[in-house]
């Protein structure tokens, strides 16, 4: 009688054992999602800050005296206006807090291009201005309001538009 008693004790036991496992991963997981949310918005932070100063070194080392900017991203990846090859960025990175959609571009008043931005409406982690050592970002309540645009002299005039590719 004593082995037939104590059944169904071990099935409570492991029923206890895994609602202690789902509260440990109902409380783990909003904080692996928001150190995901953290990681993803630093690559953003530093994929805009490769592009704003390749940007910057495109117009900067423009042959002769006219200085322009890219009309498209691809040509900071070799700049045809040079003999030689000359790269300002390895690879066209893609928006890491909205994957698959394309960059938003800021254009001047010549439609060439002089920043880029997510368009992610997600808001920032992050909270009031960055200073980046591109570029400088405002204080902003989603992601599509940084714009990754380099600093210039304040020579260069600068009437920036937006456009999707």
Not at 87 to 94: A, I, K, N, S
Request: charge should be positive; aromatic fraction near 10%; charged fraction near 20%.
């Amino acid at each position: 009688m004593r082995a037939g008693s104590q059944r169904g004790y071990s099935f409570v036991a492991v029923l206890a054992l895994l609602a202690l496992c789902m509260l440990g991963l109902s409380i783990a997981g909003p904080m692996w999602s928001q150190q995901v949310r953290r990681e993803r918005e630093q690559e953003l932070l530093r994929i805009g800050n490769l592009y704003a100063q390749a940007i910057a070194d495109y117009y900067h080392s423009s042959p002769g005296s006219l200085k322009q900017y890219p009309q498209r991203l691809e040509q900071l990846l070799v700049d045809t206006r040079y003999v030689g090859m000359r790269r300002y960025l390895r690879t066209l990175y893609p928006d890491p807090v909205n994957p698959g959609q394309p960059w938003g571009l800021v254009l001047d008043a010549q439609q060439r291009i002089v920043g880029v931005y997510s368009r992610s409406e997600q808001a920032p982690v992050a909270e009031g201005p960055l200073q980046l050592q591109a570029t400088e970002l405002a204080a902003a309540r989603r992601y599509a309001d940084w714009k990754f645009v380099a600093r210039m002299p304040k020579t260069a005039s600068l009437q920036p538009t937006e456009r999707t590719p």
